[in-house]
């Protein structure tokens, strides 16, 4: 019997049911779900992890935070513990029964990982056994049968490099959480999460934050006028400055204009707008959260759709088609579908079909492209819309370019240069059918140089400059690309857990105080921590391991030293690291006005000295005794809203697991929400047990 290793039961189930001859015979092992087939090729067995089954720790003499320094765990020696013992029990069940070993997981640094060591915990109880790789795109049958008929050798270059960020993460995110936790003494749930790719990311955000906070507005003025051509038809104009700083200039200026103009020049330009990329992970992430998605969720949605077979793995690098991607057999089964009918058709009638190409190029997987027909009924509302966004994404890229013509009219009015501007797409190619694509067309009439204008209308903008914009989401994902801060596998994660942590909120996104302290502090004494650079350094080097330039003991070696000089500079100041975070934290921690009129004071978070609880009381305590219950779970974080009912604050919970919700500290509003109920309700079962 061959036994096939899948990453996720879904994968497991879907690849026998492919490969299967005579169907397929589902058992339980454990409680772990195992599918057995035959073909031709002999007898199967596949059974699906759940990630990983292995997980790096420090031996545990170095958890007590106390009694361990933080530095002591630079050195420390790094160890594997079973997280799946269920599913450790069922695999070497499974693999005495195995004269072979396939592995078909994700084929990246994670999947090659997770593979490796299903492998190792085999080894170690059977011994010896032939293993071999199954490499593949897309979970089809095309691409399962092609993978399953050439099957290579786990890529062990692959795996050390997982290898080596799991040890490089685990060393920089223990030693720096527990130093700074320690510091500000925010201990347990109110630890402070720091990390090797976590905080040159958090700093982007903050760096932001601080850019707008110093911002300074400074005000100008605009002319514009509303013309009419001899055909009286209307367009607008604009002084050729754009910009006055001083309003007096501006209104000399507006105070001279009326009459006639006359045009000096008409320059018409007609530009191509070439199709766009096709996808990768990151402008999936960028393109899906213009549509409202989140990046985790974006990940989310397209790791089941890849899973059921609707579109490639979705995460790669790559931006560039290979030769051995049929795109004509894609757009044949696409057309079957009468949402995207039209376009496929628009693009199979070319005589040749050119898709275009990005910058990017791997031989690991293909760019994102749809590997199935999908149907509308048979998705949710937010997988549809992210399947019929990589549809229209994969056909635009094989057609046309759309042309747009730009127009710019020079007119002189009282001695003044006004500038009108028309841009229309005059041509219509891929934008067509890419509806994410936005542009508002400009038209502007008939206009011949030397032809008069009058002026209809005048008027004086009074504007302010605007700060820089606080990144969203799919922007920043972006920029962390470019400064190769994480990989397409983890961006979408370590924003997702900065937002856990109450580091970060919204979208656009904020920091929280907490986060701009930590920020500042670690800037001041330990910039290197905050900087990309050092991160991006270690990227090469575990892109080394990985194309086997780099050995992995040496490259977790470097990032050991490079943390050693840090946590040298950081230790001697630690209570002023300390201080700085802990004031930044006592400003998350107010949550709103004292519902008192007579009071005036600020509701904020405390513990009490005898039960330790925390709870929700006035800063004019003892004056002011109000005081509300709260969670004693999860993370807490302040927020700005109030209650649209009873108009008290609210604030958020946030509990692993379960989505984040928001609370009316009032136990006696009108709309207390149903999260709340529970909450009460099982707090009174818990103290009734």
């Known amino acids: ?64 935070w106390f009694k361990v320094p933080p530095q002591n765990l630079i050195d420390a020696a790094i160890i594997k513990k079973p997280i799946e013992k269920r599913m450790i029990q069922a695999l070497n069940k499974m693999a005495d029964e195995a004269d072979e070993v396939i592995i078909a997981t994700d084929y990246d640094r994670e999947g090659e990982l997770i593979g490796y060591d299903a492998i190792s915990v085999i080894k170690k109880k059977k011994g010896e056994i032939p293993v071999e790789r199954a490499k593949f795109s897309a979970i089809t049958p095309t691409d399962i049968r092609k993978a399953f008929s050439r099957l290579n050798k786990i890529d062990t270059n692959l795996a050390f490099a997982g290898m080596a960020r799991q040890d490089i993460d685990l060393i920089w995110g223990a030693v720096l959480t527990r130093f700074i936790s320690l510091a500000s003494y925010q201990l347990k749930n109110n630890f402070l999460s720091v990390g090797r790719v976590q905080t040159p990311t958090l700093a982007l955000i903050v760096e932001r934050e601080i850019e707008i906070q110093n911002f300074v507005k400074t005000p100008y003025w605009q002319i514009k006028v ?49 199709p766009l990329a096709p996808l990768n992970t990151t402008a999936l992430i960028v393109a899906a959260n213009s549509l409202g998605l989140s990046a985790q ?22 931006t560039v088609y290979p030769n051995t991607l049929d795109l004509k057999d894609i757009l044949k089964q696409l057309s079957g579908n009468s949402d995207f009918k039209e376009m496929t058709q628009t693009a199979l009638s070319q005589k040749d079909i050119k898709p275009s190409r990005g910058l990017r190029k791997t031989t690991d997987h293909p760019p994102i492209y749809p590997a ?10 937010d997988e549809w819309k992210l399947y019929e966004l990589v549809v229209r994404r994969f056909v635009c890229t094989l057609l046309p370019e759309s042309l747009l013509k730009n127009m710019v009219v020079n007119i002189d009015i009282k001695g003044e240069k006004f500038i009108a501007n028309g841009s229309n797409i005059i041509k219509e190619g891929w934008t067509k059918y890419y509806p994410y694509y936005r542009h508002t067309d400009i038209y502007l009439p008939d ?119 840090i946590l040298n500079i950081l230790v001697p100041k630690k209570a002023e690291i300390g201080k700085t975070i802990r004031e930044g934290i006592k400003e998350d921690e107010v949550v709103g006005k004292c519902p008192d009129p007579d009071c005036g004071g600020n509701l904020v978070i405390r513990s009490s000295a005898k039960t330790k609880k925390k709870f929700i009381g006035c800063s004019n305590y003892p004056k002011c005794r109000k005081a509300f219950s709260m969670p004693q779970n999860g993370l807490i ?53």
């Open 372 to 381: 199935s027909v999908a149907w509308r009924e048979n998705l949710s509302e």
């Open 637 to 689: 974080l302040t927020t700005e809203d109030t209650c649209k009912a009873c108009g008290y604050p609210v604030i958020k919970v946030i509990r692993k697991g379960k989505r984040p919700w928001d609370l009316c500290i009032n136990p006696e509003c009108p709309s207390k929400n149903e999260n709340y109920k529970d909450y009460k309700n099982k707090k009174s079962a818990s103290k009734t047990d």
């Open 297 to 318: 969720k974006t990940i989310n949605i397209a790791e089941s759709l890849y899973m059921n077979g609707y579109i490639s793995y979705p995460r790669t690098d790559n």
């Open 226 to 274: 509303r013309l009419a051509n001899q055909k009286d038809e209307q367009f607008d104009a604009i002084h050729h400055k754009k910009r006055f700083l001083n309003e007096k200039e501006a209104k000399t200026i507006f105070n001279r204009i009326a009459g006639v103009g006359k045009i000096t020049s008409v320059k018409e330009a007609v530009r191509s707008l070439k």
């Open 1 to 64: 019997m061959k036994l096939i290793i899948s990453e996720k039961e879904i994968a497991a189930r879907r690849i026998a049911q492919i490969l299967s001859g005579d169907g397929v015979k589902e058992e339980k092992v454990y409680g772990i779900p195992v599918h057995s087939f035959k073909n031709s090729d002999g007898s199967f067995k596949t059974i699906g992890l759940k990630g990983h089954i292995l997980q790096v720790e420090f031996p545990d003499e170095y958890a007590n």
């Open 447 to 565: 206009l011949n140089e030397g032809e008069n204008v009058t002026v209809l209308n005048k008027e004086i903008l009074a504007k302010e400059t605007k700060p820089p914009l606080r990144y969203s989401q799919g922007k920043l994902v972006e920029k962390m690309e470019e400064l190769g801060l994480g990989t397409k596998a983890t961006r979408h994660t370590i924003l997702q857990n900065l937002i856990t942590r109450g580091y970060i909120k919204g979208n656009p996104l904020e920091p929280s105080n907490k986060a701009i302290a930590v920020i500042k502090a670690l800037k001041e004494y330990a910039a290197k921590i905050t900087s990309p650079d050092m991160t991006a350094e270690l990227e090469v080097d575990m892109d080394g391991i990985a194309n086997g330039d780099q050995e992995k003991n040496k490259v977790v070696d470097i990032s050991r030293k490079d943390l050693r000089e």
